[in-house]
């Protein structure tokens, strides 16, 4: 018999690790087990699969070859003994052997092994308010729900829906609710945007505005308080400020880690829940490793405890624990919580630290706001993609990277190599330089990341002032808490002129870009100048010509209309 190695846990980094481990030391004697019945699925797919976009929840199941990855599938294609609809009770590391129990006939038996590896995942967190329990209330934990929200909604019986949490499943499930199916449907988030510490205000504030425009009513700031029941049904959700009706509440307010088990065989586990693993993805305990969304790994920037419940982390993991586990040393140093998704026509992305978590984790932290096409301007269908570079001013490294933009591939590609920067250590100057591959239908010469650099540069050695977008953003609403501010348009007249006549010739100027040279000597020396264009650029540029007259009494205004207009449709004309 070759070596005996226990997986718990079959879903994305339990199974990734199984086969893996058949590949490599094929004489090894590998058990899977897991208490559901479906196993190795596409937890990322679930909203995709409530939306329609994947027709048959068995494509979520499936290989590229059309197999379904089932019991059967692991025992014959793979060679792994597959346990499904057994529960692991405990583990007694001291006789290496695992409690289990069929959750069929109730029978319970113990397992041996030489090495175990744990991928017990995630499991929701559900609010502590009353009708949690009711029909119709889901959390998206697994498959099954899925199935169960699809078929209530595919017969019917769902016309307003409320998803409580803005997080990325949260924002996913309210756009698969509304785009095919047509629901009336809300978001609740506790905190004052979307996307809370995953993005920064501008981005997710631009997103929220998004998912407006596609009827996706969106509550800020905001905690759900009740679900409202009648008859045991959940019928709606009441805040501290209004009653929402529903048909269906979707709780996605995050995930925790599924624990239990490791902590009861007394491995070290970190406060967050999460199992402590070495970079070698073992536990305390040195026979038994750990992946996937049960554990905690290191952050790539800020070298501390990161909890990042991802499938492209769980497969990575579960890949090096098992070559680990197989012999073949191998090494995971950690990650830096990278993401994109889609919201209607809309992606947003992100990775590293935000602005906000950068600075609350000690960093003197800045960051630059961009507005760029995505592919040479020239070139039919170029969009604009909005970045923000996150960097130290201390040590000049970016922290962070994140962006939204068009519904293609522009942006992914984008945070993709800004990710691989980072976890390298990159420097704004090294972002600067980044080689983009360039061809008109798909980028520009000097590319979005680039430009995003050459602002953080600016930044950072004091050749741009800039202002901060919320602040701008409270003052048109209310000009009267900032007498001493003005803005100077340097677009062409006829775009200045529609906010020149909205807000009046003495609080918004306008001065053309290719006048600002010869022109200034009109401007006022006594107010504080906001200086506006599509993008940024512009708006750069007649601050240092302004600044060379001297004139340094302006502010730029980061990312520009272009990113306004995304945030606020209605603000600006």
Not at 214 to 233: Q, W
Not at 546 to 565: E, F, M, S
Request: hydrophobic share 45%.
């Amino acid at each position: 018999m070759g070596k005996r190695i226990v997986i718990i846990g079959g879903v994305a980094a339990g199974p990734k690790a199984a086969s893996r481990i058949k590949r490599v030391l094929p004489e090894a004697d590998v058990t899977l087990i897991d208490q559901d019945n479906l196993i190795s699925y596409g937890g990322c797919g679930i909203p995709y699969y409530v939306s329609g976009d994947v027709s048959d929840e068995q494509e979520l199941r499936s290989t590229s070859f059309h197999m379904v990855r089932d019991a059967y599938f692991f025992a014959q294609a793979k060679g792994v003994r597959t346990m499904t609809s057994t529960r692991a009770l405990a583990i007694d590391r001291r006789e290496k052997t695992v409690a289990v129990e069929d959750l069929a006939t109730g029978a319970r038996s113990v397992i041996p092994y030489d090495n175990l590896m744990l991928a017990t995942g995630s499991e929701p967190f559900v609010l502590p308010i009353p009708g949690v329990d009711a029909d119709g209330v889901f959390t998206i934990s697994d498959l099954h729900k899925a199935i169960e929200i699809k078929k209530r909604i595919a017969q019917g019986m769902v016309g307003k829906a409320v998803v409580i949490g803005g997080g990325a499943i949260g924002v996913e499930m309210a756009e698969a609710l509304t785009d095919l199916w047509g629901i009336e449907t809300a978001i609740v988030e506790y905190m004052d945007q979307l996307l809370p510490k995953i993005v920064d205000w501008p981005l997710a504030a631009a997103l929220a505005n998004h998912l407006r425009q596609h009827n996706v009513e969106v509550y800020l700031g905001e905690a759900a308080t009740e679900i409202v029941v009648e008859d045991g049904k959940a019928v709606g959700v009441r805040t501290g400020k209004r009653t929402i009706d529903a048909d269906m509440v979707i709780m996605a307010v995050g995930v925790r880690p599924r624990s239990q088990l490791a902590r009861e065989a007394g491995l070290n586990v970190a406060a967050n829940g999460g199992i402590v693993v070495n970079d070698r993805m073992q536990t305390s305990d040195p026979a038994i490793y750990a992946a996937g969304d049960c554990v905690e790994i290191r952050h790539l920037v800020s070298g501390r405890g990161l909890y990042a419940p991802l499938g492209s982390l769980a497969n990575k993991e579960g890949r090096v624990a098992a070559d680990n586990m197989a012999g073949i040393p191998a090494v995971f140093k950690g990650g830096i919580g990278s993401f994109v998704m889609k919201a209607f026509d809309m992606a947003i992305g992100a990775t590293g630290l935000s602005l906000e978590m950068a600075r609350a984790q000690g960093f003197q932290a800045d960051s630059s706001l961009t507005a760029s096409a995505d592919r040479a301007h020239f070139f039919p269908g170029s969009e604009i993609i909005c970045l923000e570079l996150v960097f130290d001013r201390r040590t000049r490294k970016v922290l962070g990277f994140q962006g939204i933009g068009p519904m293609n591939d522009a942006l992914s590609v984008r945070i993709d190599a800004a990710a691989v920067a980072i976890t390298a250590g990159a420097t704004i100057d090294d972002f600067a330089t980044i080689e983009m591959a360039y061809a008109p239908p798909f980028s520009t010469a000097i590319d979005a990341i680039n430009s995003a650099a050459y602002a953080a540069e600016n930044l950072c050695d004091g050749r741009m002032r800039q202002i901060d977008i919320q602040s701008f953003l409270a003052w048109l609403a209310n000009p009267s808490t900032h007498p001493d501010w003005v803005a100077l348009d340097v677009r062409h007249p006829k775009q200045a002129q529609p906010n020149v006549e909205k807000f009046g010739a003495a609080l918004w100027l306008s001065l053309p870009y290719d006048k600002v040279r010869s022109g200034y000597q009109d401007l006022p020396t006594d107010k504080i100048m906001i200086i506006v264009c599509n993008a940024g650029s512009r708006s750069y540029e007649s601050q240092i010509a302004l600044d060379a007259a001297g004139l340094r009494n302006t502010l730029v205004l980061p990312g520009g209309y272009n990113l306004i207009k995304r945030i606020d449709s209605d603000i600006l004309l």
